[in-house]
């Protein structure tokens, strides 16, 4: 199993930037990708974006490209979402995920609150 925890979520003006990070810890070995998701009140919980592990292979939501950046440092076992030109509908908790196959997201984190003021 891989632990994981947030950081770096709170309380920006729309336009502004953000930078989460993830950290992982226990069974590192075993990820092959992590990624971002996030839910705002009474939606259901989007995939945002993800990353493979060695490959640094990315994938966005459309809402976001062009405005996200998910970056990682695998020495750190650290994945980041950097998030500019935020958007009151970016507010929501975001959660750090990892998988171990392509497939299945198979880990969580415990969420950070990401609030946007207009």
């Known amino acids: 199993q891989v632990q994981l925890v947030e950081s770096g979520g709170g309380l920006v003006q729309a336009g502004g930037s953000l930078r989460l990070s993830c950290a992982a810890s226990g069974r590192t070995f075993s990820i092959y990708k992590m990624g971002w998701f996030r839910q705002a009140p009474r939606k259901g919980r989007e995939f945002v974006a993800r990353?493979?592990?060695?490959?640094?292979?990315?994938q966005y939501v459309d809402s976001v490209k062009g405005r996200f950046t998910i970056a990682r440092d695998n020495a750190k076992s650290t994945v980041y979402l950097q998030m500019n030109s935020l958007k009151p509908e970016d507010a929501a908790v975001y959660y750090c995920?990892?998988?171990?196959?392509?497939?299945?997201?198979?880990?969580w984190g415990q969420g950070t609150q990401v609030t946007v003021s207009s």
């Open positions: 990353i493979t592990w060695s490959g640094g292979n990315t």
């Open positions: 995920a990892s998988g171990r196959d392509d497939r299945s997201w198979h880990d």
